[in-house]
């Protein structure tokens, strides 16, 4: 009787825990999606698989204003915001399906539209539901065949991601770009964006408005060469970057990967037009580095022709030949104007004075370890083919040599040129014969 009873009590124990297990596993498969029947209060989350990554309401510092957002492990790495320019005034917020189960949308408390993932042109006969990838990638995808509709890593806020792509297409013009915030406690699109530009040879460009701000200058393959090695320690951690070309080279676009899953990191672009690379490992954060850290880092910030070096003082010199185009403002520390060339070059004294193209022709000087200028012209020519192809055309002023990318080649005024202590290429800028006797 009683082995009986202790059996019996046996079946009732497993019995509870069985059906405990699966209402544990049907309540965590509710925190990370987002279904036609389900909805998302203000106070509630969903979560990606491994929980590194959520859904939900915030309000950011100085502001009672409720946003929906994803967040890396704490509302402090707010990745991706969706009602960026309308916010609720309180907490009657939702996050869900709309009608036509072809949507994702934030209403407020009298149920208006406040924010719409917007998927137009489509009618689907399958369930759609919304779920958060263990990237930090906001989905919506067709239960049935699996097929993404919408996603958030094609609609960005002011944060790069790995595994996310910053593009452009030749073609359309479309963009697919960061925009900072307004302020730190403003989500609202701000005035700097960062973009794939230069797709020749592409590099990474953040913007202020219409004017640019700062540049990566361009990849070779395993690097941005444009900078600073303090940031490629970063390196360590990834598989790399990479830039890929597609719809027959129209589509232009740039990723980044990590080692493995135990390491993180963001680009995010802030309401100052700062960079800033912040790393995770095993989810604590372990650097943090911003790519401005000095005025060389701003774009052309000694003007056309200048050299900015931050460990000179003045910080600003021309360029080997040239000289301030207004000495006075120089002598300011004034540096917008720029500096011009002393002696023409010789087929400018062919061209205008009508000298013998038979004189000493003109040769290069190499500054070494530099961020080279904007606007480059690539081609696939070894080293001595590069300088004699830049020797021989008349509008050539300056070329380099990366392994990667081959022959780089600049016309007319060289803009945005940094001196780096360690890395950069050496850059070899062309001068008329007199001033390399001057220079040796």
């Known amino acids: 009787m009683l082995v009986l009873l202790v059996q019996v009590n046996m079946l009732h124990i497993l019995f509870f825990l069985s059906t405990l297990y699966m209402m544990i596993e049907i309540g965590s498969a509710s925190m990370y999606t987002i279904t036609s029947s389900q909805l998302i209060k203000d106070s509630e989350t969903i979560s990606s698989n491994d929980d590194a990554f959520k859904l ?26 969706a009602n960026r320019e309308k916010p609720l005034q309180d907490s009657s917020g939702v996050i869900t399906m709309s009608d ?12 208006h539209v406040i924010w719409s ?13 919304a779920h958060l990838q263990t990237t930090g990638n906001l989905v919506l995808q067709e239960d049935t065949t699996g097929n993404i509709i919408w996603e958030s890593f094609k609609h960005p806020s002011d944060a790069f991601l790995p595994n996310m792509s910053i593009s452009t297409n030749q073609r359309t013009g479309e963009k697919v770009k960061l925009t900072s915030w307004k302020t730190p406690s403003d989500p609202a699109i701000g005035e700097f964006s960062f973009s794939l ?18 540049r990566s200058g361009p990849f070779n393959g395993q690097v941005f060469i444009g900078l600073p090695s303090r940031l490629l320690y970063i390196s360590a951690y990834l598989n790399g970057f990479s830039i890929s070309r597609k719809d027959n080279g129209s589509l232009v676009e740039t990723t980044y990967t990590l080692l493995n899953s135990s390491f993180f990191a963001t680009a995010v672009v802030n309401s100052e037009g700062k960079l800033i690379y912040t790393s995770w490992m095993n989810k604590h954060q372990v650097g943090t580095t911003v790519a401005q850290q000095n005025e060389c880092d701003i774009y052309g910030f000694c ?3 200048g050299n900015c070096d931050s460990t000179n003082s003045p910080i600003c010199t021309c ?30 004294r062919v061209k205008y004075n009508g000298s013998e193209l038979g004189g000493k022709e003109d ?78």
């Open 56 to 81: 939900g309401f915030f309000s950011p510092m100085n502001t009672t204003n409720r946003y929906v957002g994803i967040w890396y492990l704490n509302q402090s790495n707010i990745i991706w915001v």
């Open 100 to 111: 036509d189960n072809t949507n994702l949308v934030v209403l407020n408390g009298q149920k």
């Open 197 to 214: 530009e230069r797709l020749n040879a592409p590099e990474i460009f953040v913007w202020n408005q219409t004017k640019p701000y700062w």
């Open 303 to 305: 003007g056309l022709n």
């Open 319 to 348: 360029l080997t030949g040239f000289e301030p185009r207004n000495v006075d403002e120089w002598n300011r520390q004034n540096w917008i104007s720029g500096c011009v060339r002393r002696t023409s070059l010789q087929c400018e």
């Open 117 to 129: 993932s917007n998927v137009s042109n489509f009618a689907s006969n399958f369930n759609v539901t």
């Open 363 to 440: 040769g290069f000087v190499k500054l070494e370890m530099t961020k080279i200028p904007d606007f480059v012209q690539q081609s696939y020519l070894f080293v001595d083919e590069c300088k004699t192809q830049c020797l021989n055309n008349c509008n050539c002023t300056a070329y380099a040599f990366d392994n990667g990318i081959r022959c780089l080649t600049w016309s007319g005024n060289l803009i945005d040129i940094v001196r780096f202590s360690s890395g950069g290429i050496d850059l070899y800028i062309r001068q008329a014969y007199s001033e390399l006797r001057e220079y040796s």
